[in-house]
């Protein structure tokens, strides 16, 4: 991994322990966590770059950052409705 996805996967890393507040590399479930954001993000990344987003690449920055940001946070509550229903 080079230096700089090393750093921003430990920033995300970061952020999930002040959400949790436990260390997702001692909590598998964190760093599930971790894991399910880092595959979001670049699936995201990804789909923009190939032009499959059409409806978000249409929109200008500041519409289209908001859009993917509650597209994240959408996906981070149905995980966080999840983890609550389980436990």
């Not at 996805?5 to 964190?30: K, N, W």
């Not at 289209?64 to 509650?70: G, N, Q, S």
């Amino acid at each position: 991994m080079s230096a700089a996805a090393g750093a921003a996967f430990d920033h995300l890393a970061d952020g999930v322990a002040r959400l949790r507040g436990t260390d997702p590399t001692d909590d598998p479930a964190a760093m599930l966590d971790v894991n399910a954001a880092w595959a979001m993000v670049h699936g995201l990344g990804d789909l923009l770059n190939a032009g499959r987003l059409k409806h978000l690449q249409a929109m200008g920055k500041a519409e289209r950052e908001a859009a993917m940001a509650e597209m994240i946070r959408r996906s981070l509550g149905a995980v966080d409705d999840v983890r609550h229903s389980a436990g």
